[in-house]
């Protein structure tokens, strides 16, 4: 009898699931008047647009199909097929590119705690990679973002749970026509079509691009052996993420279908809404339309010419202000800039890091080699400031410091001309597996070089500058690998203070001393500390926080730390230097990095102490173990006390901003 009812219950219930999984399929040519559960800056715009974020920086925005979703047949234990495709453009502003979009399978439709910038919107720092999230993410992702193991800066990529992709690939489709694959641009605003099919069958995820006018292909990007069924647990939401970092540019999705059980319905291309026009595309449509009569033709000839002539003007629009014209041996032609790196060709890209994208160059007159970085702002706000700064900064003179040539502005855009350095940055060289290792000695010149390059700018130039940004990819290697501290003062153009309206660290994550997180005043110490970081890297070849496979994390500062209360501190030096090291210069560089980067301000030396340190003209303070903490004693104050600054473990990470922080990306 019993079982009779349970039997019953388990039909009933089935049923009743069954029915309800035939209502889920939906189409949308265009969200006009559709109910979709919103959060964040996402809307619905009046043409009928979902717009998933807007032009505000470091924003997320989320779109919901309002209704749960069944994805598991309770009987088999398994997930059900489903289908799904939409159509979006994601917008980007200038050479920085924006985090990107990602379509998502979610328990939970609130995401009010997860970060914006490179965690998309769908996670944060605590629960990234975490289990218990059941978020599977189509992520469409164009930046590189190391920790994640991202492959390039435009890719898309399979997400469970974890930003680091189970699959991704280089944004492309196979066009059968061509039988190759083609690239793609994922923030180029072009309209992208993307198909997300699972086989509940075959356990099979199949993630497929393609421009919105080529029909589907028949191979899919991504194909990915996979069983959700560990990561569904019913009912789930099917929607779409974003967000902003410092890009002022907007991700739409134009239309969506979707369908459990099924192939989902194609879309309409003429009844998508249009996307607005953005930038100042002025292509003549002229050619396309047949006029009979000449004189028409002539007018429109000379339409065209003036077109041209306006299209010249713009693509070499400046922004020249009245102030500026003390700087005139400073500004550089922006049309001599887009000749010298060739139109800014990606071939000539020597790097994109959080500000910008840098490219190498060659003066059209001089035939002087340059590098040329792109920047993007976002207001006038603080920029005479800035430009008064750099200026200045041009007029800084140290061999241990790139020189900052001069400058040019555009509309929202900056350009900083620097001399080339032509090795590069030194993080390739400490962290690459492919380029030569630097020997020993060179890496203590080069600490030297940094150290002497920071007291010049601390205390031996007219004026304090502090450069808010030190660590070793922002310290570039000319001929002799010697090394050479660059990308001064940019971190200020973004830094608005940490009052509690605005809250905007800036700074490179892991490299932020704690109490910038607090006070937002930047001061040299703030330098010393990321100094003291810098040194870590360079003798333990590591980079400030690394992030595994299994879900831990290696702080650098902590692992030297314990290194040290175990007695082992040698152990961390770089394996790849072989032993071959002076071990009295090893030691004092690691306790000097632990000096440096001490929670307390008061406790880290100044540079010009730093310097005597490593010149061997003065001697570390003593470093001690107690109780596992580890404390150093200061000079004493005159009699025997000695003063005691205890490290405060749980104050070397930063606890907030630290969203903004990652903006600049530890690259
Ligand atoms: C973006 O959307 C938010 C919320 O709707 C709004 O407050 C903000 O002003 C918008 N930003 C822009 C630049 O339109
Ligand atoms: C991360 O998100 C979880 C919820 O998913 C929340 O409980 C946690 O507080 C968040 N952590 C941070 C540091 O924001
Ligand atoms: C995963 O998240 C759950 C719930 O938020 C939490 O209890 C658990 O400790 C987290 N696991 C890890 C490894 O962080
Ligand atoms: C397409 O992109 C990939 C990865 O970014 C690159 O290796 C390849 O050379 C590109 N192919 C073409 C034809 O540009």
């Known amino acids: 009898m019993f079982i009779n009812f349970v039997v019953l219950f388990l039909l009933l219930g089935l049923r009743s699931e069954a029915s309800q999984q035939d209502d889920i399929d939906f189409t949308y040519n265009g969200f006009q008047g559709v109910d979709m559960s919103l959060d964040g800056v996402a809307q619905i715009t009046n043409d009928g647009l979902l717009m998933v974020v807007n032009t505000s920086m470091q924003q997320k925005g989320h779109a919901f199909y309002p209704h749960p979703i069944h994805f598991m047949n309770s009987s088999s234990g398994s997930v059900f097929s489903f289908s799904t495709t939409f159509v979006f453009a994601m917008f980007s502003e200038f050479a920085v590119s924006d985090p990107g979009m990602a379509f998502i399978i979610a328990h939970s439709r609130d995401f009010s705690s997860a970060w914006p910038s490179i965690y998309l919107g769908v996670f944060n720092k605590t629960n990234n990679g975490n289990s218990s999230n059941h978020v599977i993410a189509i992520e469409m992702d164009s930046i590189q973002n190391l920790e994640f193991d991202d492959i390039d800066s435009n890719h898309v990529g399979i997400d469970i749970n974890d930003l680091k992709s189970v699959d991704s690939a280089p944004a492309s489709y196979f066009s059968d026509q061509e039988n190759r694959y083609v690239n793609l641009t994922l923030s ?244 690459n597996q ?79 001393a704690p109490e910038l997180c607090k006070t937002g005043k930047a001061s040299p110490s703030v330098d010393v500390f990321a100094f003291g970081i810098f040194l870590l890297e360079v003798a333990c070849g590591r980079r400030p926080i690394q992030f595994h496979e299994s879900e831990e994390r290696l702080v650098l500062l902590e692992w030297v730390i314990s290194s040290f209360n175990m007695g082992v501190i040698l152990e961390t030096a770089d394996p790849k230097l072989e032993m071959n090291y ?50 150093f004693t200061a000079e004493g104050t005159g009699d025997d006390v000695s003063i005691w600054f205890p490290y405060h473990m749980s104050a070397v990470t930063p606890q907030s901003s630290i969203a903004d922080s990652l903006l600049s990306g530890g690259r």
Request: with cysteine; charged share 20%.
């Open 582 to 631: 002076e071990v009295e210069e090893m030691e004092l560089v690691l306790k000097l990095g632990l000096l440096c980067s001490h929670s307390i301000p008061t406790a880290r030396p100044s540079m010009r102490q730093v310097m005597y340190f490593l010149e061997g003209e003065a001697s570390l303070p003593e470093l001690r173990s107690l109780n596992g903490s580890l404390f």
């Open 434 to 512: 492919s380029t030569t290792t630097l020997s020993w000695n060179q890496r203590f010149q080069i600490i030297k070089s940094v150290a002497s390059a920071l007291l010049y700018l601390h205390e031996e130039w007219e004026q304090v500058v502090i450069h808010r940004d030190v660590k070793s990819s922002n310290v570039m290697l000319d001929k002799e690998l010697n090394g050479r501290l660059g990308d001064f003062g940019l971190a200020r153009l973004y830094d608005h203070g940490c009052d509690p309206k605005s809250t905007h660290v800036v700074g490179t994550f892991g490299y932020i």
């Open 188 to 431: 180029s605003g072009r309209t992208l079509q993307l198909w997300v099919e699972y086989c509940g069958v075959q356990k099979q995820l199949n993630v497929t691009l393609a421009p919105f006018e080529v029909p589907k292909p028949k191979t899919p990007l991504l194909s990915f052996n996979i069983d959700l069924s560990p990561t569904i647990v019913d009912p789930m939401f099917v929607g779409f993420s974003s967000s902003t970092a410092v890009s002022k540019a907007p991700h739409y999705v134009l239309g969506w279908s979707f369908k459990m059980n099924g192939k989902a319905k194609d879309l309409t291309l003429s009844q998508l809404p249009k996307l607005p026009r953005m930038g100042p595309k002025t292509e003549p449509r002229i050619f396309t339309i047949g006029f009979p009569v000449i004189g028409a033709s002539f007018m429109l000839m000379s339409i065209f010419i003036i077109q041209i002539i306006v299209a010249r003007r713009k693509k070499f629009a400046e922004v020249y202000e009245d102030w500026e014209l003390e700087y005139g041996p400073q500004r550089f032609k922006y049309k001599d800039l887009y000749i010298a790196t060739k139109g800014f060709d990606d071939k000539e890209l020597l790097g994109s890091g959080g500000f910008g994208k840098v490219y190498k160059g060659i003066l059209p007159t001089s035939k002087v080699e340059v590098a040329v970085k792109r920047v993007s702002h976002d207001s006038r706000q603080g920029v005479k400031e800035f430009i008064a700064e750099i200026v200045s900064i041009g007029k800084l003179q140290h061999r241990n410091i790139v020189t900052l040539l001069g400058y040019c502005r555009r509309q929202g855009e900056l350009l900083l001309v620097y001399d080339f350095m032509p090795n590069g940055s030194l993080d390739k060289f400490l962290f």
